[in-house]
C-alpha cells in the first residue's frame, strides 16, 4: 500500500501555508511595482 494512502490527512497547519503564499506574491509584485516606478523615474 502507498505511504499517502495510508495518511490521507496531513499534519501540517493550512494556515502557515497560506500566509507564506500571500507574502510571497505580495513581495513579488512589490518588486515588481519597485523596478517600474524606479524606470518611470529614471525614464522622465
Excluded at 11 to 36: C, E, P
Amino acid at each position: 500500500m502507498n505511504e499517502f494512502e495510508k495518511n490521507l490527512q496531513p499534519r501540517s497547519n493550512d494556515v502557515n501555508d497560506s500566509a507564506i503564499g500571500f507574502i510571497a506574491s505580495f513581495v513579488f509584485f512589490a518588486v515588481i511595482f519597485g523596478i517600474a516606478v524606479t524606470v518611470q523615474v529614471i525614464g522622465s
